[in-house]
């Protein structure tokens, strides 16, 4: 679809300087722009780049007054970068504006759906399940019997959702992700084999939450795995059962969290992180990539390690590891001296 | 679903103190109860949480006496532990009843499928795949050309299966799941391209096995890819060409082993380790989280770091690791000493 | 389906020794060789197995004299090796000759299909998606709108690509690997909350690109995520928001890039290598497994270790680590006695 300077300019109360008929049909950044598309300018270090863009149309802030001749389109705003973060909003939500029940949605008739969802092909939900108003289900996803999908919720294809789990409202579910798969508990028996414990909880997705592609959420053992309001799990997370996650924290790809550990609320959690179980991580906790957590870690830490520890104290060992053969020499000539 | 007081004392040959007909809905641990659920006494270290507890029915030994009133109904039978066990898997079972085969599946004509499975919608099942009887498999699930699922095995929802891949009796494979996808196998060019190596081989799957939810599990160049009986592999674990888990082995999450790796039965392998190629590892090893295997292991290790060495000299190493800097001061002071 | 030896023979250009029609139904390595399945002897190393293999046929080089008696039907050529290869490659497009378009399959109409695709059942193609000639699309995949498949790729079942991402030519893409979920970009308020970027860029994947399974690849905030010419990625690789990976660069399982980092080309990234975002790394840099790479990198750089260094600085440090407690006795020991 393609925009006008004077449909944008209308859009955002802004004055332009330049082709009120202009089009574009993208958006870029300044330095690396394309004919066609709109940029922003509200850096003055990039102040250098509008002389020499490509973009059709440049957002700027109301003072701006250039030095050369420009050949962009501009459009004067208050604050040409909460201009530009609105305009991407629009062009998100003019893009996920998907409505309606695909005929190819396989739907057990003890499901409630409400209203105003969207609801994609080969889609498959189960008996009693809820899919609340205005919930997004992209196709390919399974959702199990009884489960919740709360209102204004994304679900995006090829997602699998178990049973008796319950997703709030304005969460968004990346393709790939997994809730609700048994936690790993095995009873080891005398013979060596290993007895499957029933894993008959599930899990709780609260509000707001969003959850990064092909992560994998634990259904408890008893209770609820629960991830609390805010939570924002990136790609190939793992969650195992009976894990709860604090308000408004943040955990990057790839990191582990073990069964029963609890973590606390507005936490950031690097990448490739593992954390043992049956841990408790205190509030605003920080941890560095790739580390290991062992014990329970009080409030307000920032750690980095494996095993963790403070971070300043990891940073000045890193420092001088590679010193150690060095070191070694030097130990062994200094107790050569001392015996002679 | 409810069950009443008397119902489950049936079950279990129990008996009961209080009311018969109380009921309850769900599962849940004696100190976090809910009305309308069912708890167990069984540790002495809970006996307090008896008084308070919400639980409507506790299951408790026979010998246990009460010193104050309790609320909650009993139910008094010869093991507490062991009749929550078994009550737990009567449940598990309940809920895992499926049966039929959806007019939604597409399963081609010269595909064999045996009596009493579950096959839901959206399911494909290729040319020639043998589904043994009783076996289920949930809806969205791709079956390749050739495959072949046991008796009484559980496939999740949106798992894929390749062609020529064998799956035994009694297993189950979590959603998400991928067997048998191509090899990681590229000869290089003398151009600095890569040219496929074909991956021609395929996975068998033994008996018992349990698999994560995201697991990939890659066919063999030429051979099979063999995971023996009663492994469990946990959620995002990776397991390239070649590989072969011995028996009763469990591996954590987000462990790989990369090509033709061996690894023997009944090892315990912690979550995030990583195993180079090519390598033995003997029976009965134990190898702590975040490790790096490098080289062959014999029986009944237990190892820890990157590299693994055993656990005690890691251990050692890693208590007194953060005390380098100090030590480099030290050292560096004792030098001027014997210097001057 | 079987082949004779005669067939076999016909196809290589070889010469037959033994029975003409005797038939195989499978490829094997000539150590552990069952009956009906082909093998081949190239490496001196191996001459041995050729008098007790079980393989019933052998292909050996023109130059091969046996010293005794062999059960197998030998074809000679001249280069067992090639000869293997090149009928492995056979074998495997015999495999691969899916055609056709499932009536299970649901279309977009604006949806353009070219000729001779394979599109299984249960697959969805979005508006205006277009799937150029001869690709093929395996059961339960998901292709958003605007989605381009270049000529000749495939992508196996249970894939999700996500809408506007671009795919070359000439590509495999595994089951459950994700193209263009949002990346992972959120702005913190200042209740502690978190408000979601937009993520309106896309992904391009070029020409002869490998993806394994459950690999995880998200969308440009703005602009293009970009896989270059000849990438091979492994399975349950992470690669964040506006990554650029240089031509031909192969990164092994379980490896994580993070937003913005730019890795050249002809690089070999090994298991578990985390990066940290915004880094430029070289050309033919190698990294080793596990290792934490948090800086930018020069061309042809060997490295490993978190935080990375020279990998021969690694080695020797890596290779005394163990000592440390003694040294640390030492030390001590050393101090004392410089003291009295």
Known sequence: MEFSAEQIAGLLGGIIEGQKDIKVNNISKIE??????????????????????????????????????????????????????SLLEIYQQYKSNKIGISDKAVIEKTAQIGEDVYIGA???????????????????????????????????????????????????????????????????????????VPQIGNVVIENNVEIGANTTIDRATIGSTRIKN????????QIAHNVEIGENTVIASQTGVSGSTKIGKNCMIAGQVGFAGHLNIGNNVKIGAQSGVH??????????????????????????????????????????????
């Open 230 to 237: 805010g939570v924002k799990l990136d790609n190939l997370v």
């Open 122 to 196: 080969n889609v498959y939900i189960g008996e009693n399940a809820i899919i609340e108003k205005e919930a997004k289900i992209y196709p390919n996803t399974y959702i199990g019997d009884r489960v919740t999908i709360g209102e204004h919720t994304t679900i995006y294809s090829g997602t699998n959702i178990y049973s008796d789990c319950l997703l709030g409202k304005y969460c968004t579910v990346h393709s790939g992700v997994v809730i609700g798969s048994d936690g790993f508990g095995f009873a080891p028996q005398t013979d060596s084999e290993f007895k499957k």
């Open 295 to 340: 014990k329970n870690i009080p409030d307000n830490s920032i750690l980095q390690g494996t095993p963790v520890v403070p971070y300043r104290e990891w940073y000045k060992t890193a420092s001088i590891l590679m010193k150690l053969p060095e070191m070694k020499v030097t130990i062994d000539k200094l107790k050569k001296q001392i015996e002679s």
């Open 32 to 85: 690396d722009a394309q004919e066609g598309t709109l940029a922003f300018l509200a850096n003055p270090k990039y102040t250098s780049y509008i002389y020499s863009t490509k973009a059709s149309i440049v957002l700027v802030n109301n003072d701006f007054k250039p030095d050369k001749t420009i050949s962009a389109t501009l459009i004067k705003v208050e604050d040409a970068y909460k201009a530009f973060a």
